[in-house]
């Protein structure tokens, strides 16, 4: 079965830095979202893209985060300059109908 | 807020019995309800959908029932086998929209 994959599954990274986070979705795929997980706590949607443009985005996806779909099969969620708080893991997801689920970054911000 | 809610952190079943895993949501919005499954250190796997025009739907051995007057959903698992030990998340959304996740519930299957 076709996957969503990930780049990288860890990524540990100083404070105010900036941090990319890569996705390959399912290849015929037309909707694409970035969630994420605080340690601890529920899955939260973050922004999702259609047509080379965001759809719809939460509250958490403030100026910091971006994302980019840089090339035909890449999609990106870029973290500006990151707070101790953006700590999670990071789920990319791709969809026709219903959503598949990458593996995940696990994102620790020192 | 939480418009989706699963109110049991988790559950212990017997190998063999039923497991059934409870979510509610207050968003009338939502047409569309889903069940995935969660191992540490893996994304979230589909397990089965529900659209807001059926009552019940059924794949081997998950069935998943919704109640919209009272705006519930389950999802019953049976047999339970020991492979079903995860998280279980309930997510509901509409369209394409991003999903809206419970909490989960970590679904024990004791020998």
């Known amino acids: 079965e076709p996957e969503v994959t990930q780049t990288p599954s860890h990524q540990v990274t100083q404070m105010g830095q900036e941090v990319i986070l890569r996705c390959v979705p399912i290849s015929n795929h037309l909707y694409f979202y970035w969630y994420r997980q605080i340690l601890g706590q529920k899955v939260e949607f973050l922004v999702s893209f259609y047509n080379n443009e965001i759809s719809e985005k939460s509250e958490i996806f403030d100026d910091q985060f971006s994302v980019e779909r840089p090339d035909g099969s890449n999609f990106t969620l870029k973290i500006r300059s990151t707070k101790l708080e953006d700590s999670a893991m990071y789920f990319c997801a791709s969809s026709v109908a219903r959503q598949y689920f990458g593996p995940g970054t696990r994102l620790l911000v020192l | ?111």
């Not at chain 2, 807020?1 to 039923?18: A, C, H, T």
């Not at chain 2, 509610?24 to 397990?47: Q, R, V």
């Not at chain 2, 019953?76 to 519930?105: E, M, N």
Request: hydrophobic share 35%; glycine share 10%.
């Open chain 2, 1 to 111: 807020d939480q418009q989706v809610k699963q109110n049991s952190p988790s559950l212990s079943v017997q190998e063999g019995r039923i497991s059934i895993l409870n979510c509610d949501y207050t968003n009338s919005m939502f047409d569309y309800f889903l069940w995935y499954k969660k191992y540490p250190a893996e994304g979230p796997t589909f397990l089965i959908s529900i659209s807001s025009i059926k009552d019940k739907n059924e794949d081997g051995r998950f069935t998943v029932f919704l109640n919209k007057s009272a705006k519930h959903l389950s999802l019953h698992i049976v047999p339970s086998q020991p492979g079903d030990s995860a998280v279980y998340f309930c997510a509901a959304g509409g369209g394409a929209d991003g999903l809206t996740f419970g909490k989960g519930t970590h679904l024990i299957i004791q020998p």
